[in-house]
């Protein structure tokens, strides 16, 4: 018994017909005859009862099937885990991201996940929230870093990393040397903010709706370094997540709080679908792991940072 006959008893008990079964694999009719009647002599048993008009199992013949479906739906699974081990070995991962991961630990995940699968060729795309979902669902890329917390039933978000809203200024600016600002106080404010396809503009713009009020956006850029510069230059003042707003410090601008809090949040996005490509399924299965040492190395850094205070302290005691 060959692997390939139990494909052709399944393909003619499939359509009880020779002619169909032979076109479906691809093979001539009397080629697909002369197999199957070597199968049933090695098994003493006939398989189809053949008539001018039709081709219907033998009760021994629905029984074989049954034991062929199992079989070849156990070969299919073996050759999937294999192609999934290929892939992984010589895989590629598509993954589109945000501007600013680099003021978050996002590119140590990346390029920790690299270390560990050499063989899987990373491509980044980067683009604004609204883009890097429309590039998501029409499957151009594999997962995405997002700032969108809105549900979506074509997309599954894993959360990476929490944040919140800061105002940054000018120092010469009247609110620079304020803790905290509510944020109805910028209702009369020129802003400059994100361009209106990422999830933080919309983020701060339904905030500002919510308190009463539309931004009065003077300017839209995608570039913090190019937004802080026209800060700086006391164009207008502008709203930044608390860790992108402190990578940036600069002494001639403040960062202040903002009341109510605005909560960031950077999520991985994936198209919601059972054909996860086997590069990302290592991707999301590797995810838990750097967080969880993420989080040692975080409560390392507090420690220590706690016991050279404690020290500095009984140094002045002394």
């Known amino acids: 018994m060959e692997m390939h006959q139990l494909e052709y008893v399944l393909a003619v008990a499939k359509y009880n017909n020779f002619t169909r079964a032979a076109e479906e694999i691809k093979i001539s009719q009397s080629s697909l005859s002369q197999q199957i009647n070597k199968l049933e002599n090695e098994l003493?048993?006939?398989?189809?009862?053949?008539?001018?008009r039709s081709v219907q199992l033998t009760p021994a013949g629905s029984e074989f099937v049954t034991h062929a479906q199992r079989i070849m739906s156990g070969v299919n699974e073996a050759k999937r885990c294999i192609q999934e081990y290929v892939s992984i070995v010589k895989g590629e991962l598509k993954l589109g991201t945000l501007a600013v991961i680099g003021s978050y630990s996002l590119p140590n995940l990346v390029t920790s996940f690299q270390d560990n699968f050499p063989g899987i060729k990373l491509s980044l795309y980067?683009?604004?929230?609204?883009?890097?979902?429309?590039?998501?669902?029409?499957?151009?890329?594999?997962?995405?870093?997002?700032?969108?917390?809105?549900?979506?039933?074509?997309?599954?978000?894993y959360p990476l990393v929490n944040d919140k809203m800061v105002v940054v200024t000018s120092h010469r600016h009247p609110l620079a040397n304020r803790v905290s600002i509510d944020i109805k106080e910028l209702e009369n404010e020129k802003m400059?903010?994100?361009?209106?396809?990422?999830?933080?503009?919309?983020?701060?713009?339904?905030?500002?709706?919510?308190?009463?009020?539309?931004?009065?956006?003077?300017?839209?850029?995608?570039?913090?370094?190019?937004?802080?510069?026209?800060?700086?230059?006391?164009?207008?003042?502008?709203?930044?997540?608390?860790?992108?707003?402190?990578?940036?410090r600069?002494?001639?601008?403040?960062?202040?709080?903002?009341t109510p809090t605005i909560h960031r949040r950077i999520n991985l996005a994936t198209r919601n679908s059972s054909d996860t490509p086997p590069t990302l399924k290592m991707f999301l299965k590797y995810i838990p792991q750097w967080l969880k040492t993420q989080a040692a190395i975080d409560r390392a850094k507090v420690t220590a940072i706690s016991s050279s205070l404690t020290r500095n302290s009984l140094q002045l005691v002394r």
Request: with cysteine.
């Open 44 to 52: 003493g048993t006939s398989l189809f009862v053949r008539t001018t």
């Open 126 to 157: 980067e683009e604004q929230c609204e883009e890097l979902l429309y590039l998501l669902h029409a499957q151009k890329i594999d997962a995405a870093f997002v700032q969108i917390n809105k549900p979506n039933p074509n997309f599954n978000f």
């Open 192 to 248: 400059i903010l994100t361009p209106s396809t990422s999830g933080h503009y919309h983020d701060f713009y339904n905030a500002c709706q919510a308190a009463g009020f539309v931004p009065n956006v003077v300017l839209n850029c995608s570039v913090v370094k190019t937004m802080l510069a026209f800060v700086r230059e006391e164009l207008g003042i502008t709203v930044l997540s608390s860790k992108v707003a402190l990578a940036e």
């Open 250 to 258: 600069d002494p001639s601008m403040r960062v202040i709080g903002l």
